[in-house]
Nanobody, 120 residues
Framework: QVQLVETGGGLVQPGGSLRLSCAAS????????MSWYRQAPGKERELVAT????????NYADSVKGRFTISRVNAKNTVYLQMNSLKPDDTAVYYC?????????????WGQGTQVTVSS
């Protein structure tokens, strides 16, 4: 069955760094665009970063540009989110997403999330 398992969350001080990982299984990872979303308490889930299936194209939310980097290793079925210069506003549950748009359907998978807390 399809699984997306996020790891790497935790508590970090402002200005610190974390690296999130998302290990995928149960589908053809290299055929899917991968994204990281986040959801803070009382707020809607928002898109943080996306990387194309081949890794050639990336996009970021304005709020994280220059601080976060998304990458993937298709041979390991894993996508990463390197987060630097973290701010308290980055506190949220971070979710991994896999998306593939086909002619007549869209395949969309989610992980269970990992908590990131930025606090002194």
């Amino acid at each position: 069955q399809v699984q997306l398992v996020e790891t790497g969350g935790g508590l970090v001080q402002p200005g610190g760094s974390l690296r999130l990982s998302c290990a995928a299984s149960g589908f053809t990872f290299s055929s899917y665009a991968m994204s990281w979303y986040r959801q803070a308490p009382g707020k809607e889930r928002e898109l943080v970063a996306t990387i194309a299936s081949t890794g050639g194209t990336t996009n970021y939310a304005d709020s994280v540009k220059g601080r976060f980097t998304i990458s993937r290793v298709n041979a390991k079925n894993t996508v990463y989110l390197q987060m630097n210069s973290l701010k308290p506003d980055d506190t949220a549950v971070y979710y991994c997403n896999a998306l593939r748009r086909e002619l007549f359907t869209t395949r969309n998978y989610w992980g269970q999330g990992t908590q990131v807390t930025v606090s002194s």
